[in-house]
C-alpha cells in the first residue's frame, strides 16, 4: 500500500454522516434497471442501492451527450462512467463495466490519531468499504464526500474538472475519517460523545487518464452532485459549528433533522431531500434543472473543444417530443417535473423519445482548423 507523509488534523464539530447501508450521492438511485449500449436490461436486483441507475446521471447524461454533438459510442461512454460513479460496477456481457481501484492509503490508526477522543467503534469509511475491492469513488469509503458531495464554485469540484480536462495529471482531494463510541451509529452521535474525526489532504490515485472521456464523465456526475447537494450543503454550512464535510442525515437512525439533508437510502420518499428533486409539487425541482443546464454546458464545451462531431444544439433549439412541441431546454424541464421521484420508468421512456427526436435533428458538423506545428510556435 502506498504511503505518504500528510498533515491530518482531528477535528470535534458537529457532523453528521451515516453508518451501515447508508451512504452519501446525489440523484438517487431509482427503481430501475441498467440498460447496456446494445440496448440488453439488467433488472434491479435487491443489492440497493448500487444495481439501481439514476434516471439523471443515465439516461439524460445520454441525451445531453447527443445534443452536445457526441456519436452515439461516445454518449454510451459518458452515461455509464457519469452513472459508474455511484454504481461502482455495472453488468454487461462478457465483461461488466467496472470504475476501478487504484488503491487507497493506509488508514489512520486511531490509537495515535484519537487520543482524548472516543474511537471504540469505526463509523467512516462505513463496513462496506473494502480497501481490495471497492472503487476509489465508492460512497461508503474515505474519498466519498469529495465525489459526491462537492461544494459549488469550490476548490473539490475545481480540482475535478482540472483533472478531467487534463489540465493536470493528479487529483489532489481528501479523505475522511470518523470514530465513536460502540454504541454510537451515526456520526451525530459520535459528534455529539466526543467522536474522533479526521480529514487528510492526499493525492487520490484514479483508476482512469485525467483527460480522458472517462474522467469528464466522473467530474459531470460530481458537478451534478454538487446542484443535488447544495441546499444541504449551505444547511449544512449554517449549523452551530458548521460541519466541514457534506453528508445526509436520517432522522430514523436518531439524527436530529435538516430538512434539506434528510435522506434515507434504504428507504427513499417523493418528500425527502432527493425525492422532492422530482416532480410538480417542490420548488427543489430547481436544483435538477439547474445541474441538468449546467452538465449541458460542460458537454457542449467539450464537444467543441475535443470528442465532438456535430455542433452542440442551443438550449432554444425546437423539437417535438412525444408528439409535442417543446424546445431542448423544455425537455429538460419536463423530464424534471412531469413524474415524481418514484415513477422513473416515464422518465426513461421520455428520453428515448428525446433521443430520437435529437437524432433526427439536422446538424452541423465541426470543422476544426488544426495549423500545423510551425505555426503554432
Given at each position: 500500500?502506498?504511503?505518504?507523509?500528510?498533515?491530518y488534523?482531528?477535528?470535534?464539530?458537529?457532523?453528521?454522516?451515516?453508518?451501515?447501508?447508508?451512504?452519501?450521492?446525489?440523484?438517487?438511485?431509482?427503481?430501475?434497471?441498467?440498460?447496456?449500449?446494445?440496448g440488453?436490461?439488467?433488472p434491479?436486483?435487491?443489492?440497493?442501492?448500487?444495481?439501481?441507475?439514476?434516471?439523471?446521471?443515465?439516461?439524460?447524461?445520454?441525451?445531453?451527450?447527443?445534443?452536445?454533438?457526441f456519436?452515439?459510442?461516445?454518449?454510451?461512454?459518458?452515461?455509464?462512467?457519469?452513472?459508474?460513479?455511484d454504481?461502482?460496477?455495472?453488468?454487461s456481457?462478457?465483461?461488466?463495466?467496472?470504475?476501478?481501484?487504484?488503491?487507497?492509503?493506509?488508514?489512520?490508526?486511531?490509537?495515535?490519531?484519537c487520543?482524548?477522543?472516543?474511537?471504540?467503534?469505526?463509523?467512516?469509511?462505513?463496513?462496506?468499504f473494502?480497501?481490495d475491492?471497492?472503487?476509489?469513488?465508492?460512497?461508503?469509503?474515505?474519498?466519498?464526500?469529495?465525489?459526491?458531495f462537492?461544494?459549488?464554485?469550490?476548490?473539490?469540484?475545481?480540482?475535478?474538472?482540472?483533472?478531467?480536462?487534463?489540465?493536470?495529471?493528479?487529483?489532489?482531494?481528501?479523505?475522511?475519517?470518523?470514530?465513536?463510541?460502540?454504541?454510537?451509529?451515526t456520526?451525530?452521535?459520535?459528534?455529539?460523545?466526543?467522536?474522533?474525526?479526521?480529514?487528510?489532504?492526499v493525492?487520490?490515485?484514479?483508476?482512469?487518464?485525467?483527460?480522458?472521456?472517462?474522467?469528464?464523465?466522473?467530474?459531470?456526475?460530481?458537478?451534478?452532485?454538487?446542484?443535488?447537494?447544495?441546499?444541504?450543503?449551505d444547511a449544512?454550512?449554517?449549523?452551530t459549528?458548521?460541519?466541514?464535510?457534506?453528508?445526509?442525515?436520517?432522522?430514523?437512525?436518531?439524527?436530529d433533522s435538516v430538512?434539506?439533508?434528510?435522506?434515507?437510502?434504504?428507504?427513499?420518499?417523493?418528500?425527502?431531500?432527493?425525492?422532492?428533486?422530482?416532480g410538480?409539487v417542490y420548488?427543489?425541482?430547481?436544483?435538477?434543472?439547474?445541474?441538468?443546464?449546467?452538465?449541458?454546458?460542460?458537454?457542449?464545451?467539450?464537444?467543441?473543444?475535443?470528442?465532438?462531431v456535430?455542433v452542440?444544439?442551443?438550449?432554444t433549439?425546437t423539437?417535438?417530443?412525444?408528439?409535442?412541441?417543446?424546445?431542448?431546454?423544455?425537455a429538460?424541464?419536463?423530464?424534471v417535473?412531469a413524474?415524481?421521484?418514484?415513477e422513473?420508468?416515464?422518465?426513461?421512456?421520455?428520453?428515448?423519445?428525446?433521443?430520437?427526436a435529437?437524432?433526427?435533428?439536422?446538424?452541423?458538423?465541426?470543422?476544426?482548423?488544426?495549423l500545423?506545428?510551425?505555426?503554432?510556435?
Open positions: 500500500m502506498r504511503r505518504q507523509t500528510v498533515a488534523v482531528v477535528i470535534a464539530l458537529g457532523l453528521f454522516l451515516t453508518v451501515g447501508t447508508a451512504s452519501v450521492l446525489g440523484f438517487a438511485e431509482e427503481d430501475l434497471g441498467f440498460r447496456d449500449r446494445d440488453t436490461y439488467y434491479p436486483t435487491q443489492s440497493f442501492p448500487e444495481e439501481r441507475i439514476s434516471t439523471v446521471h443515465d439516461d439524460l447524461t445520454y441525451a445531453l451527450a447527443i445534443a452536445a454533438g456519436t452515439i459510442t461516445d454518449s454510451h461512454t459518458l452515461r455509464i462512467w457519469d452513472q459508474l460513479v454504481s461502482e460496477v455495472l453488468p456481457t462478457p465483461v461488466s463495466y467496472t470504475y476501478g481501484n487504484a488503491g487507497f492509503y493506509d488508514p489512520p490508526n486511531p490509537l495515535v490519531a487520543l482524548g477522543k472516543n474511537h471504540a467503534h469505526q463509523i467512516w469509511p462505513t463496513n462496506s473494502a480497501p475491492t471497492s472503487a476509489v469513488t465508492t460512497r461508503f469509503g474515505p474519498y466519498s464526500p469529495f465525489f459526491h462537492p461544494h459549488l464554485n469550490g476548490s473539490d469540484l475545481e480540482a475535478l474538472h482540472d483533472w478531467a480536462w487534463g489540465q493536470t495529471d493528479t487529483l489532489v482531494g481528501y479523505e475522511a475519517y470518523a470514530w465513536g463510541r460502540l454504541t454510537d451509529h456520526l451525530m452521535q459520535a459528534v455529539q460523545n466526543d467522536g474522533c474525526i479526521i480529514t487528510r489532504t493525492t487520490i490515485s484514479m483508476p482512469i487518464p485525467g483527460g480522458s472521456l472517462m474522467a469528464f464523465a466522473t467530474y459531470l456526475h460530481t458537478l451534478a452532485d454538487a446542484y443535488s447537494h447544495a441546499d444541504c450543503m449544512l454550512a449554517a449549523l459549528p458548521p460541519a466541514p464535510w457534506g453528508t445526509h442525515t436520517i432522522p430514523a437512525l436518531g439524527d430538512y434539506a439533508c434528510d435522506y434515507n437510502p434504504t428507504s427513499p420518499r417523493n418528500d425527502d431531500a432527493h425525492g422532492r428533486e422530482f410538480s420548488t427543489d425541482t430547481q436544483r435538477t434543472i439547474d445541474a441538468a443546464r449546467a452538465v449541458y454546458a460542460e458537454l457542449a464545451a467539450r464537444s467543441l473543444a475535443r470528442e465532438g456535430y452542440p444544439l442551443p438550449l433549439t423539437l417535438t417530443v412525444s408528439g409535442t412541441p417543446t424546445t431542448l431546454d423544455g429538460i424541464v419536463h423530464f417535473t413524474w415524481n421521484y418514484d422513473p420508468l416515464h422518465r426513461r421512456e421520455y428520453v428515448d423519445e428525446l433521443v430520437e435529437l437524432l433526427a435533428q439536422p446538424r452541423a458538423s465541426i470543422r476544426r482548423v488544426y500545423p506545428l510551425v505555426l503554432r510556435r
